[in-house]
DNA sequence: GGTAAAATGCACTTCCATTGCAAGGTGTTA
DNA sequence: TAACACCTTGCAATGGAAGTGCATTTTACC
């Protein structure tokens, strides 16, 4: 019945109100939230306290950071099952000029990339800007 | 003879003491810097004088800035006949997660991304990160 | 040399990320 | 249920990096 219980649960995380509650918020956004965000969401919450839901979330694989390039650390919610720290499981985010809006792009996977020799390869950040669908009708 | 005035001259920037020893030592690293390891390079001069050098570089085409997800802008300088703002011209970036160097891998070119439809793709942040081949080895 | 424009230096500000510590909750166990 | 350990929350403070305003110095040009 209350999935979002289940899911702390799973990665035996206590179930408290605030976390209930930032997980909700996540999970209604569909673009990539920064900590700012959450606190104008939550204005009668500490911070620090949604800073460190958010650090609970991320190492228990709830949610992903995202650096955008514009220097404001944003997250967003992993799909279920998602591997994130897979690299094969890596998608890209896109991030419009426009509305300054990040989306993850989860069904476009980040292709192979090739490093010279000697290099090796752990992990992929790929970030494409320009206008999303929303602003350039 | 002097290059670097050469250069210089031809964005149609002043040569100034500050900026030939600042060109002069992105030059010689070959490795992306920080704003702070020319800060600690140049500690007479003011912080100010070379985050305005860099930005000025920038402006003209003479650095390009590299995010690689460590929070802290990096810089490099461009290839001659380099075109950063061309799309097709970007080159990935590799960040060694063991001594936390940079690089631009420059004739890595950013393969061709597909965004959704919709959505319009006007530049490309790609970094890898991993073993770089002075660690590896 | 004199002048205007550009570069430099200093002080200050802003913004975001992060930490220490004390207080409040929760769950567990005797 | 009472005590206890452990986790969460709130408040205050810090740190680091980016950016700005303004006065002074330097440069290019006449
Ligand atoms: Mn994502
Ligand atoms: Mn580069
Ligand atoms: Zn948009
Ligand atoms: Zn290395």
């Given at each position: 019945m209350n999935k979002i219980e289940n899911i702390l649960e799973s990665k035996n995380i206590r179930v408290t109100?605030?976390?209930l509650l930032i997980y909700k918020f996540l999970a209604q956004k569909e673009i990539a939230v920064t900590l700012s965000d959450i606190e104008n969401a939550f204005e009668k919450a500490d911070r620090t306290t949604l800073y460190r839901t958010i650090k609970t979330f991320e190492e228990n694989d709830i949610v992903h950071q995202?650096?955008?390039g514009t220097?404001?650390?944003k997250y967003a919610?992993?799909?279920k099952d998602c591997n994130c720290e897979i690299e094969?499981?890596?998608h890209?985010?896109?991030h419009c000029n426009n509305c300054n809006e990040t989306v993850c792009l989860t069904d476009h996977k980040i292709?192979?990339?090739k490093v010279p020799d000697g290099y090796i390869s752990e992990n992929v950040?790929?970030?494409v800007k320009g206008i999303c669908d929303k602003c350039s009708g």
């Amino acid at each position: 019945m209350n999935k979002i219980e289940n899911i702390l649960e799973s990665k035996n995380i206590r179930v408290t109100a605030m976390r209930l509650l930032i997980y909700k918020f996540l999970a209604q956004k569909e673009i990539a939230v920064t900590l700012s965000d959450i606190e104008n969401a939550f204005e009668k919450a500490d911070r620090t306290t949604l800073y460190r839901t958010i650090k609970t979330f991320e190492e228990n694989d709830i949610v992903h950071q995202i650096d955008d390039g514009t220097g404001i650390t944003k997250y967003a919610l992993c799909e279920k099952d998602c591997n994130c720290e897979i690299e094969t499981d890596l998608h890209l985010h896109f991030h419009c000029n426009n509305c300054n809006e990040t989306v993850c792009l989860t069904d476009h996977k980040i292709p192979q990339i090739k490093v010279p020799d000697g290099y090796i390869s752990e992990n992929v950040n790929l970030v494409v800007k320009g206008i999303c669908d929303k602003c350039s009708g």
